[in-house]
Nanobody, 121 residues
Framework: VQLQASGGGLVQAGGSLRLSCAAS????????MGWFRQAPGKEREFVAGINWSGGSTYYADSVKGRFTISRDNAKNTVYLQMNSLKPEDAAVYYC???????????????WGQGTQVTVSS
């Protein structure tokens, strides 16, 4: 499966962005999807995950209550709605696909190219 992330940009603290990740190739609906982020000098960290049907989601504590992951299997797309953004949310955001929903990036076989999110204070 090929993944293409988009929707990043510059936003003020307290603002919102919605990231999208479009999939092509093999059957999208058979994959669990995850969003990760990586800030300069830091390791890639789990942000949110969703199972194949969208019926189960999981969030990092740092984004719980502010971010929402969702998917539209008919459109082969997974989304990350980010509200109440903070400067510490700034990073390159990546989408990834796996057979199961993992929080460890090593569990994901397919990755998008990343989209930059910048949050000004």
């Amino acid at each position: 499966v090929q993944l293409q992330a988009s929707g990043g940009g510059l936003v003020q603290a307290g603002g919102s962005l919605r990231l999208s990740c479009a999939a092509s190739g093999r059957t999208f609906s058979s994959y669990a999807m995850g969003w990760f982020r990586q800030a300069p000098g830091k390791e890639r960290e789990f942000v949110a995950g969703i199972n194949w049907s969208g019926g189960s989601t999981y969030y990092a504590d740092s984004v719980k209550g502010r971010f929402t992951i969702s998917r539209d299997n008919a459109k082969n797309t997974v989304y990350l709605q980010m509200n109440s953004l903070k400067p510490e949310d700034a990073a390159v955001y990546y989408c990834a696909a796996s057979t199961r929903m993992f929080t460890n990036p090593l569990g994901y076989s397919y990755w998008g190219q990343g989209t930059q999110v910048t949050v000004s204070s």
